[in-house]
């Protein structure tokens, strides 16, 4: 059964530095872009950012412009999602997607796959 699998979560303080890795296990995937969603206590899934096949197109939601990059390593073997200057309100579980045909890409609901997630936790 295929699986997303997150890594690199953990405790960072408020400025610092996080490289969340997705994976992909258990067959093949060829989606049509894979990403990251975020998703706080009490909240709704947060678009966070989207990288297309061919890795040469990059989609992301306000809260991650600019601080925030999403790469490819082989994909979609491997998804990265850098994280600079990282405060409190980044604190959530953010887990990777991959799709086909999104009609909305800032809708969770919209990614086929979708994986468990891994928490980050920002201390200020």
């Known amino acids: 059964q295929v699986q997303l699998v997150e890594s690199g979560g953990g405790l960072v303080q408020a400025g610092g530095s996080l490289r969340l890795s997705c994976a992909v296990s258990?067959?093949?995937?060829?989606?049509?872009?894979m990403g990251w969603f975020r998703q706080a206590p009490g909240k709704e899934p947060e678009f966070v950012g989207l990288l297309n096949r061919k890795g040469d197109k990059t989609n992301y939601g306000d809260s991650a412009e600019g601080r925030f990059t999403i790469s490819g390593d082989g994909f979609p073997n491997t998804v990265y999602l850098q994280m600079d200057n990282l405060k409190s309100e980044d604190t959530a579980v953010y887990h990777c997607?991959?799709?086909?045909?999104?009609?909305?890409?800032?809708?969770?609901?919209?990614?086929?796959?979708r994986g468990q997630g891994t928490q980050v936790t920002v201390s200020s």
């Open positions: 258990g067959g093949n995937l060829n989606p049509l872009a």
């Open positions: 997607v991959a799709g086909w045909a999104m009609s909305d890409i800032s809708k969770y609901d919209q990614y086929f796959y």
